[in-house]
């Protein structure tokens, strides 16, 4: 500690424990309490340690015991501050939060803006009641708690529940979470323990197990409920529902309807469905479309067709989705009644022109007054159910390699042959029918 450093800052001063410790005063102090800024054997960097007492022959016992312990700790690779984890979080928050701010990440704004909502909610609903009082020194310590958490977390609703947190939940909960749920919930909390390691907070992360749940054993299917999609072009579960769709949607532009003020949401949902099931976009994708996102480009035989532009949240995976031609008179639809239609505007916003984050909760709304909620196997039908709608069709009818399909939809070439490899040999039939004479005609009933 240098001279000019101690006239600056401190008032008083005093070495002890080997030139290890530093006692000291700060300069203008109402309370001249005595601190100490300690160095570890082996360690870099100070820790630095309010002993609370003016007394300074008993700051100089304080601080010898703060030092051991101190010592003891480092030499057992134990985390050395002690801070509860509401505070912890607290300052992981404002690192988030400052991340937010930055003008580097403006590309990123809208997923940076979704993760910090997803840590405030799990810290609000779960954590804080969980272990914002416990010290994180006992968290790394005695990781049991933390063992212990998933399984809390899954009976939560069941068994820990208050009264008052079940009627603020007013029944928009799960009584068992879907273990995906609390798989991402640990995730979540792990990445806190690492940004609290790298910052030196704790020692080391602590390990978080996941909870083992059930599995589907058909990999054929996908977990969310799908539409019957006719093979020949004839009526189908699909086209039934696209015709619901539209009545539900052109009924509130009647002048008598009693849906008159809801013509902007519906058509919204109507667009949504209609983009997602006619290019394959993620739901969160489609949130996050601007007006000049969506263009038509002229094709080879002078149509145009319809591109949407995704920028993705990591560098060097943007693309372009080449869509059918659906999109474009929803797209167009949803213009014409919109507010907001420049370029720079959200395709889904809401009254104020802000981004819609979720229409989860509408399109449920909208499925379940159609009794359509689940699909003949009993599984529940999201906004993702359009996405494989989409995958169906292009496999199906459009005879799309799966390398192509995998590329234009985001995704992997393992995923797409793990839910659809059953689908390719009928997608290209009339191409392993070509030039065949015994098959060029087909099979009579007769045979």
């Known amino acids: 500690m240098?001279?000019?450093?101690s006239k600056k800052f401190y008032d008083q001063m005093q070495k002890c424990c080997g030139g290890h410790v530093w006692i000291y005063t700060k300069v203008g102090a109402r309370k001249p309490r005595w601190s100490a800024r300690i160095s570890l054997p082996g360690r870099t960097g100070y820790v630095v340690r309010s002993l609370k007492t003016t007394d300074q022959e008993e700051a100089l016992?304080?601080?010898?015991e703060v030092f051991n312990e101190l010592k003891d700790r480092h030499r057992l690779k134990l985390p050395l501050n002690k801070m509860k984890f509401r505070e912890l979080f607290s300052i992981y928050r404002e690192w988030r939060v400052s991340r937010l701010k930055d003008e580097r990440n403006e590309r990123r704004r809208g997923y940076l803006q979704s993760r910090l909502r997803y840590y405030d909610i799990q810290m609000r609903c779960y954590w804080d009641e969980y272990m914002g009082d416990l010290d994180i020194l006992d968290l790394i310590a005695?990781?049991?708690?933390?063992?212990r958490y998933g399984d809390w977390r899954?009976?939560?609703?069941q068994k820990h529940a208050t009264v008052e947190r079940l009627r603020e939940s007013r029944g928009r909960h799960r009584d068992v979470p879907a273990y995906g749920t609390v798989h991402n919930e640990l995730r979540a909390l792990k990445s806190i323990f690492i940004w609290a390691e790298k910052r030196r907070y704790v020692d080391h992360v602590p390990h978080i197990p996941h909870p083992q749940g059930p599995r589907s054993s058909d990999k054929d299917h996908a977990r969310f409920g799908s539409f019957e999609i006719s093979r020949d072009g004839g009526d189908s579960e699909w086209v039934a529902f696209t015709k619901l769709l539209n009545r539900?949607?052109?009924e509130a532009y009647r002048p008598d309807s009693e849906w008159k003020h809801q013509v902007w949401p519906r058509e919204r949902l109507r667009a949504l469905i209609f983009i997602i099931s006619h290019s394959g976009l993620r739901a969160t994708e489609a949130y996050s479309l601007k007006h000049r996102d969506i263009t038509l480009r002229p094709g080879p035989n002078g149509m145009k067709y319809p591109v949407i532009k995704i920028l993705s949240v990591k560098v060097g995976k943007d693309r372009e989705v080449i869509c059918n031609d659906g999109v474009w008179p929803a797209y167009q639809r949803l213009c014409e009644v919109s507010r907001y239609t420049s370029d720079d505007d959200w395709v889904f916003a809401n009254a104020r022109g802000e981004r819609i984050k979720d229409m989860a909760h509408t399109h449920q709304?909208?499925?379940e007054s159609l009794g359509l909620?689940?699909?003949?196997?009993g599984r529940r039908r999201t906004l993702t159910s359009y996405r494989h709608v989409y995958a169906t069709m292009r496999l199906q009818k459009g005879g799309v390699p799966i390398a192509m399909l995998a590329e234009n939809m985001g995704t992997s070439i393992e995923m797409i042959e793990r839910h659809y490899s059953h689908l390719q040999t009928w997608g290209v039939r009339d191409v392993l029918r070509a030039n065949s004479p015994l098959l060029g005609g087909g099979i009579s009933d007769d045979a």
């Open 2 to 5: 240098s001279k000019n450093a």
């Open 61 to 64: 016992v304080r601080a010898r």
């Open 142 to 147: 005695e990781p049991e708690t933390l063992i």
């Open 154 to 157: 899954i009976a939560y609703w």
């Open 248 to 250: 539900w949607a052109e």
């Open 365 to 367: 709304r909208f499925i």
């Open 373 to 377: 909620r689940y699909d003949k196997e």
